[in-house]
Each structure stands twice: as C-alpha cells, then as structure tokens.
C-alpha cells in the first residue's frame, strides 16, 4: 500500500500578510469567502455556529467534500485556479464563485487557529493549521512551505460528508455580535441564498433568507432591471409600484456588451440607511456570480444632489466575471479594477440611470409632498381658495420640502408654513415665477432663501 502524501503548504510569507492576515478586517466578508467555497463545492446547506463561550466559530457545509490528493492539490495549493483545473461549472451545474484561489487565506484575518475536517466518499482528512507557526516556518525555510499539523483519529462527529472549519483564538471579539447582525450581512453579500437556488445557510439554527438584507420597508420607490418580482414583494412600503427600467436601456446594454440586472431604490429618509451595526447602506453594490464583488460604485459618481443621500441598491453584471477574460477583481478581492473596459462600461450605463432616479424622484417626492402637505386642514383649506395656474404652482411649491435635505419631521413643518407665506408674498408682487429659481438644499439654505418672506 503507497504511503499517504505528506500534507504540505508552500506559500511566501508576503502572500500570506497580504491575501490572508490583512485581506479582510471583518467576520461577515471572512465567513462569506467560505460559504462561497461551500458553493463551488455543490454544497446545499451549510451552518455557521458562533460559541462565544468557547471564542471560536464553526462552518459546516454538506458539499463533494476533498479526499487527500484534493486537500493537497485544493487547498493547501495557494493561488489554485480552479476553473481552468476543473472546469466552468460543477457537477450540479454552478457556474463556481472561486478564481484565484486564495480567498481561503482570509481565515487568518480573523482567528490564529483553522481545523478542516473534510470527508469524500470513505476518505477523510483533517489537520489543524496555526497563523503563527505557518508565519514561522516560512520565514526560517528556504522552500517557503508549512506542514499543518494531522488531526488523528477522525472525531466520532465528524462530517459524513462534505468539509467542516473550525475557527479559533479569534482576533475579532464576539462578545458584541448578535446573530440576527450576522445574518443581515451574510445575506447582503450574497443573492443565491434560498430554496430558489437549492442553497441554504443558517446561523445558530436560524436560516437566513432574503429578507434578512433588512432595507426591504424601508424603500419608497424603486427602479428594476430584469425580473425583480419575488424582490418587489418584499418590499412591503413602496408608495408607487416599481419602474421597469430593462427594455429603456437595451440599446445602450447591448452598445456596451453586458448586460444588467437588479434593483435601484430610495428610502424615505437617509436615516434609514444607517443600520443597527452602524453599517452605511447608502450605496449601490455590485455582484457577480451571486456574490458581492464591490460593495459600492456610488460614490464613484459624486453625486451631491440631494436625492443621492436617499439612494441604495443592488447590481448585477455576469459579464464582469468570464471565464475567458481577464479577472476582473482586485488583489484584494474587495473591489474591481477600475480600469477594466467592462466595469467602465458598467459605470456608464449606471451614471446614466441614476440620472433617470434623479428626475423621477424629485418629481415623485415633490407629488407625494403634495399630499402630505394636503393632509394638514390649513394647508387644504389654503389650496381650495386657489384656482388654474396660481393652484398648479402652489401645489408644485409646497411638495418642494418632500425634497429638501432633512431628517426633522418639524424642520419641515417649518418649511411648508415658510412655503406658504412665502408663496403669497411673490403672489401680491405677481412673483410666482421667481420660486423656481430657489433651489432645493438643506433647511437653513432653505430657510434662508424664504426666511425674509415670512409674516413678523
């Protein structure tokens, strides 16, 4: 019988600095590069257990597993291409996440110890590898390589089948996480999570589903591309039905040769894109393969209107992500390489929609102001004694608040009674048309173009 390969990692301590200790600096985006490999690996399940008793957390997915060559080949292998070593889809037909293979790395940005347990078929292997021994034994060895310590024998629980990583002596204290935090941001990372996709993950039992990205309610208005309809109806706030926006772009998609799908939206207020982790949701993410490769091209665009502090959304583009193309990603897998033809062209295509939102939106939320202004008796009192073109200014005048910068329902309170005065005021001097010529900022710019307008 041959004697079993030595389990060997040959890396330079340069690539282990760079793509591991410092590619990532939190557990979400760390956990996310392994739920992906779970994927690739034609996984239907994997479970994420969080111990804070014991500082340590565990990934099982029910994948194909690794037998010893694959471990070896796979894993311990830094830099394994594996689309070009096994193909552009699974056995189940994915089309895998998984390029460069170094995303495995990233574990030792969060925990010091990493045990695999992995099993195919009847043959299993499992070893345990520690951050600063493999720092160590690169350092003082010629050939660069580390051999991580066999696990033996093979735990009574261990997996039937498929891997299991157990991450340990944490960096990353977990005192301060809650599981429900967890699940928002796996799930925003992610958009084949589902029994859509035959693909489920759950945290301590608790399955995490589409919802839990967690800015459904808070969208007032949203624009899609392609089918969107099991995401519209999550949206359970929307004050108008969604905007196709696909069969607009077509031409300008088939000129740049991608294509797009996904969702742009707004929320009432731009406080609402602060969640409980006091994470900034106030951006556009790109995805590709089902995963998120950018997680925001918004602030690429610069845009200070007011209307952009309201903006969040997803994006989809497959063409930045060919297997007969050039990787499109940064060495640090956390964003695309600006200067790539593909995402220039994406970028395009977006400025221009976000152009399109701008419009709709302050035309929606001047309408929508309309009708909040008009819930207020004074107010619909005061339209009722207005007729013709004096009524039509008046109602575009006094929904312009609904588009001013403010989180102070009574800042606008304020607005719309200094609308009014200030509205009569240029209606006695025969005016009316100068109030377009003030612009929609903040309240105290706001205020200060109207102030001298208003009654003693």
């Known amino acids: 019988m041959a004697k079993p390969r030595e389990l060997v990692m040959t890396i330079s ?3 282990l600095e760079h793509l591991g200790i410092n590619l990532y600096s939190n557990i979400p985006a760390v956990l996310s590069e392994i739920v992906a490999n779970a994927w690739d690996a034609d996984a239907k399940k994997v479970t994420v257990t969080i111990d804070k008793a014991t500082e340590s957390i565990t990934i099982e997915d029910n994948g194909i597993g690794m037998d010893r060559n694959g471990v070896i080949d796979r894993f311990l292998t830094v830099g394994f291409r594996r689309r070009d070593e096994m193909g552009a889809t699974t056995a189940d037909g994915r089309k895998p996440m998984g390029r460069k293979g170094i995303g495995k790395l990233s574990i030792f940005s969060i925990a010091k110890i990493a ?3 992995t099993r195919s078929g009847n043959d299993k292997t499992a070893f345990r590898m520690d951050r600063d021994v493999i720092r160590e034994q690169i350092a003082g060895n010629a050939v660069q390589m580390y051999k991580p310590t066999e696990i033996k024998p093979w735990p009574t629980d261990g997996p039937k089948l498929g ?4 991450l340990s002596s944490l960096s990353k204290n977990l005192s301060g996480m809650t599981i429900e935090g967890l699940k928002r941001r796996i799930a925003r990372r992610f958009s084949i999570i589902g029994p859509k996709f035959d693909f489920s993950v759950d945290v301590n039992g608790s399955v995490i589903g589409p919802e839990d990205r967690g800015y459904h309610n808070a969208l007032q208005y949203i624009w899609t591309y392609g089918d969107q309809k099991e995401f519209v109806k999550l949206c359970k706030n929307l004050e108008r039905s969604a905007e196709a926006r696909l069969a607009a772009i077509k031409p300008e998609l088939s000129k740049a040769g991608i294509d797009l799908k996904g969702w742009i939206g707004t929320v009432v207020k731009p406080d609402q894109l602060k ?3 006091g994470d900034n949701l106030n951006r556009l993410a790109v995805f590709m393969r089902g995963k998120l490769a950018q997680e925001d091209i918004l602030d690429d665009f ?11 959304g ?3 583009c497959e063409e930045l992500d060919i297997d007969t193309e050039g990787d499109i990603a940064t060495s640090s897998r956390q964003a695309l390489r600006e200067d790539d033809p593909r995402f220039d062209a994406l970028r395009k295509v977006v400025r221009s929609e976000l152009r399109q939102v701008a419009n709709k939106w302050s035309d929606w939320r001047r309408m929508d102001g309309v009708k909040i ?3 207020v008796p004074a107010v619909s009192g005061w339209l009722a004694g207005l007729h013709g073109e004096t009524k039509k200014k008046a109602e575009r005048w006094i929904g312009r608040p609904n588009t001013i910068r403010s989180q102070d329902d009574n800042d606008k309170k304020e607005l719309l009674k200094a609308s009014i005065l200030a509205f009569e005021s240029y209606r006695r001097k025969e005016e009316l048309d100068q109030l377009e010529k003030i612009k929609d900022e903040g309240p105290r710019s706001y205020f200060g173009n109207i102030s001298h307008y208003r009654r003693p």
């Open 314 to 316: 997803e994006i989809h």
């Open 163 to 166: 891997t299991r990583i157990v």
């Open 302 to 312: 610069a845009q200070k209107e007011i209307y952009a502090d309201y903006v969040i």
């Open 275 to 277: 969640d409980e982790e």
């Open 373 to 375: 202004a008009n819930a």
């Open 13 to 15: 301590l340069n690539a």
């Open 115 to 117: 045990e695999v347990y």
